[in-house]
């Protein structure tokens, strides 16, 4: 296996530590925090226990952010979580990393970011009840093949308008959580409302953390350009914790926001009466419940606009995933081709939106949450365990950074999460047993394609092109 470190795959080390904490918050941003608290609340019947959620959930993203922190300082190399695994656990489980980000990491995020747009650009114009789901679908499947279309055709532009996007976002959510906290409009009130603790209570809180960490997914992101960042070893530390700890707190603004509007009875009632999915777009009824419709629609269609380009963003890096596992040997070969006109990846493309489409057509939104969830917290305890594994396999590796408290904040996090997936295969058994299959799968489609190439790894294979090709001479046009 050749040593991720000497590749000559990577880029100059050109990002300080603003750049990579800006990677971090811009990759946690998105569709959680806009959409699952209504869920929540509506599971748990509190605005206080939806709140303390954030707070736990920010908590143990921030013991999994710290532990990240120890492994990427140690093997600061593009690649994230592949880097790790591979050096932990070695190829196979490696390559599990890969597939679960093309599969669990984009093709389902990108269903139901489209998924939350739609809700969010529907919701001032009011359809019947009737019309709003069929409306809502149809939209979220343009929308995913509009960006397709153009991503497989010229993504220059597009690519360099994500980081202005990112920004337009933070300063909108902002001050949304400032106009909110001092508008006085709505009641503190609303978040005393502690029911009476219960055995099936806790199970329900327990499985809100899967809504939480979707929510929070991408603190892990610093990782994937580790090997772009000037001093990596001391600052991808830092980036990680403070992206992290920027966004909990930005979480928890808003959520406090969507309290002072909204009571959980009223949250329960809306349940009842229109289905789950019309607590999809919460920050909108909160700013309409605070501010009326004239400020609140085009803050709803700001929210849906953003909302639009996280599954833009998505769709133009997704496929270069899977086209560097198809040029390794590990997808099938269709996907590692370019289109000669444009040198763009249009066949990995369509493939990506193509089960884009099909996570949007078979699933509602919160399955397509919960089955993110739910995969991704798997990746992720094989991630963080690996700081246990390479402490006593790699005692000689050097650790710039160490986790504190070892080995407690890493342990916090892996039975946090563990819990997590435990009372999600006992709540939601079916999308819980999907998202587990749809990992193992990448096992038996590793040794497949590895004995199809015949020289498998040892020719130079995923370790060398797996997630971003970044040579100078790679076939793919730079951003």
């Known amino acids: 296996m050749p040593d991720p470190s000497r590749t000559t795959g990577e880029r100059p080390a050109g990002f300080g530590l603003a750049t990579a904490t800006f990677v971090v918050i811009s990759s946690m941003v998105g569709v959680g925090a806009l959409t699952t608290s209504g869920l929540i609340v509506a599971s748990v019947g509190s605005n206080a226990l939806m709140l303390a959620m954030w707070v736990v959930g920010g908590a143990i993203a921030v013991c999994g952010a710290l532990s990240l ?55 001032p114009i009011a359809l ?16 995913i093949v509009v960006f397709a279309t153009l991503h497989a055709t010229s993504h220059r532009r597009t690519a360099r308008a994500q980081g202005v996007v990112t920004i337009l976002e933070l300063v909108v959510l902002g001050l949304f959580v400032i106009a909110g906290l001092v508008a006085g409009r ?3 009130g609303h978040l005393d409302d502690l029911p009476p603790f219960t055995v099936p209570l806790a199970g329900k809180l327990v499985f809100s953390l899967v809504y939480v960490s979707y929510g929070y997914t991408g603190w892990n992101a610093a990782a994937y350009v580790a090997g772009e960042v000037v001093d990596g070893r001391r600052r991808l530390p830092r980036a990680i914790l403070l992206g992290t700890l920027g966004v909990t707190v930005l979480y928890v603004g808003l959520n406090v926001v969507y309290a002072l509007a909204l009571p959980a009875t009223e949250i329960r009632r809306i349940v009842a009466t229109e289905g789950a999915d ?33 599954a833009s963003a998505y769709l133009l890096t997704g496929p270069r995933v899977m ?25 990995a493309t369509a493939i990506l939106a ?106 130079g294979g995923v370790g060398d092109k797996l997630f971003l090709d970044e040579s100078p001479t790679s076939p793919l046009p730079p951003d």
């Open 69 to 123: 922190a120890e492994l990427a300082a140690m093997l600061p190399r593009s690649g994230g979580e592949y880097v790790f695994l591979n050096e932990a656990y070695g190829p196979r489980l490696a390559f599990l990393a890969g597939w679960s980000s093309l599969l669990i990491g984009f093709a389902a995020p990108i269903a139901a970011a489209s998924s939350a747009s739609a809700d969010y650009l529907l919701a």
């Open 128 to 143: 019947a009840k009737s019309v709003e789901p069929i409306a809502r679908i149809a939209l979220a499947s343009a929308s």
């Open 186 to 188: 709505g009641s503190w």
């Open 278 to 310: 019309a607590v999809g777009p919460i920050a909108e009824r909160a700013a309409r419940a605070i501010f009326g419709p004239r400020w609140s629609d085009p803050f709803s269609v700001a929210l849906g606009l953003i909302l639009l380009a996280t």
């Open 323 to 347: 086209f560097a596992m198809a040029r390794a040997g590990h997808f099938p070969s269709p996907a590692g081709r370019l289109r000669s006109k444009h040198g763009t990846p249009a066949i």
């Open 354 to 459: 193509g089960l884009s489409l099909a996570f949007l057509w078979t699933g509602s939104f919160d399955a397509i949450v919960v089955y993110a969830g739910v995969g991704l917290s798997l990746t992720s305890i094989l991630s963080v365990s690996a700081v246990y594994v390479l402490r006593v396999r790699r005692p000689d590796l050097p650790r710039p950074f160490r986790v504190p408290f070892y080995p407690v904040v890493p342990a916090i996090y892996l039975v946090g999460t563990a819990a997590v997936v435990v009372v999600s295969f006992v709540e939601r058994p079916v999308t819980s047993g999907l998202a587990l299959l749809s990992l193992l799968a990448a096992l038996p489609a590793y040794d497949l394609w590895t004995h199809r190439r015949g020289a498998g790894l040892a020719g």
